[in-house]
């Protein structure tokens, strides 16, 4: 009996919510505006892949969004890679993002609330946040930014960095945002790629209740960018200065308050460079322009998300991670958001919830890591914090086991609207996730989104249901990546996304499409195992190990050996005072037989002190696979990407006496007589 068929519903829209969510306010205004008669969230989906071109300018229409040149047809020109979106739209990102602050009856609304780990709170109305756009973007131009010229930033999660893309934007210059915890060196294996002229940074923060002086690496990465004109530190509070006389008060810019005024721009215009993990190499920065990640955002957020005016989003997500982004996203289809530069388990694993309550978010995006981490520690939400206010959560960064799945009913909220969804950076949006028109299945994704042509493939490049295959998309995305910074003939852009089925979006993940057209995930494609010649996904694995108390972590490879052998270890983080003893062993290879297959069993169980991770938390399997395989330290993995290098320096040490006790084996087979 498959997954599918057995999973129980979690969640099943109400006639209210339904009549009143934003998506079939949509289907209703399409029949009236276009013809197209749409009765159900897969028609709706049907007509949104299959005209493409009507349905985006539909979301323009829609939205209302403001710029000249929309009227279709959107698509332009329709190939992977080199699609042509609104040819002859001129728009700013910055400008739909902003407004509510031109409107007497939003703009003292608060867009965006500010809080700290000592829950001091800061308000800032849509009025107030732009003029802090405006203000910043005049300082920018009197720095003599022009358009196409980088602002980089180094900040945490707090209103400042909203403030930067804005103005960036504004002024139609190019945005990069980085984390502060990176290290100068991989900060700069970003940064020096881009050669910005301005560097927005903080020179201290707090976080974990600790304060943090990074004057010392602010300093190493100023010196790392030939090209850097000028940098504006950032207090940990607005209005705090601590600059040194070196550099500039962003507190001191922004408080001049200035209106802003908006350069528009061709629709692929370059908005920001987000940069790939860079776990295994150089991080690519992956461009996005104004255009393409509006018209994401309006649909993604205010259809799918079903989010907007009167809205609160939360999401405590690292600024170097896309799911940062989606603070703007939410903006962009009117909600507000809550900033939050402070550790997510501060003084509690229920930190997060803590914050929900205080601030009553009606959404909280969240790593699925979290909740597993809050479950594990026994904590139950609901019985502590009022939560009425909060009616969705969405899950991402990795697949969300089905335990988490009813924990999250049974202890945060029973009718909370629970949705997995799964996208990229490469997109900064989403492939297959919510909608609030259909029932939720534990462990299964509702569905494709809107404008997605998301398909799973098998090997052969034929579409499979039921079966496991390759995430791809068969038509052209207004998000998709306008190109890679640095691959001036494209040569890096088409090897990376459109090189395993010409003409197709691939994007690397594991899925499961079925019958019903919901999806499973089953993590990245690199990182499959492939036991006996069948495929299985570490997700499967790990979801089996949350029935095992003793185990935090867990991490599994698959590394193919001489002579066709195949060696599956796993590798397991245990609570303090655990031991992986031979009972402790027997029981954990028996859960895994027991939850998921034979075949998953690994070959050896290994207790580690940690589970290597980068910083937006996700494990570190490919990397760990290639120091097994025989690649050194440097060749297997950028230690700059990594959040606990010393973590990742116990596996390099283990593959070194794994790889010499393989070569004396082989040494040996050699030896002995055939």
Known sequence: ??????????????????????????????????????????????????????????????FDLLGDGWDGPALAVEALPGAVWFPDARLNSAENVLRPASDPCLQDETAVLAITEDDVERGISWAELAKMVGACALWLRERGVQRGDRVAAVLPNVPEAIVGPLATAAISAVWTLNSPELSAAATLGRLRQLEPRILIAVEEYVYNGKPFDVTERLGEIEAGLPGLEATASVGERYGSDTASRARASFGEILRVGVEPTFERV?????????????????????????????????????????MGRGDLYYVAANTSWMVWNTLVSNMAAGASVVTYAGSPTFRAADRQFHILAQTRASMFGTGAAYLQQVEQSGVSPRSLFDLTALRSILSTGSPLPVSTWLWVHSDVKADVHLGSDTGGTDICSGFIGSNPLEPVRAGLLQGPLLGVAVECWGEDGTRTVGGVGDLVVRRPMPSMPLFLWGDADGEKHRSTYFDRFPGVWTQGDWITETPRGEFIVHGRSDATLNRQGVRIGPADVYAALRHVPEVVDALVIGVELPGGSYYMPLFVHLVEGATLDDGLSARIASVIRAQTSTRHVPDEIVAVPAIPAHHANKKLEVPVKRLFSGHSLDQAVNLGAVSKPESIAWFAARAAQFRIELDRSAGVAEKEPR
């Open 1 to 62: 009996m498959t997954v599918e068929s057995t999973a129980p519903v979690t969640w099943e829209p109400t006639e209210s919510g339904m009549a009143g969510s934003r998506v079939i306010g949509f289907m209703r205004w399409v029949p009236d505006h276009h013809g197209v008669d749409l009765g159900s969230y897969r028609e709706l989906w049907r007509w949104s892949v299959e005209d493409l071109s009507l349905f985006w300018v539909s979301v323009t229409e829609y």
């Open 266 to 306: 061709p629709f692929a215009h370059p908005l920001w460079v987000l940069f790939s993990s860079g776990t295994t190499g150089a991080p690519k920065g992956i461009v996005h322009g104004h255009g393409g990640i509006l018209l994401e955002s309006v649909k993604g957020t205010g259809l799918n998300q079903d």
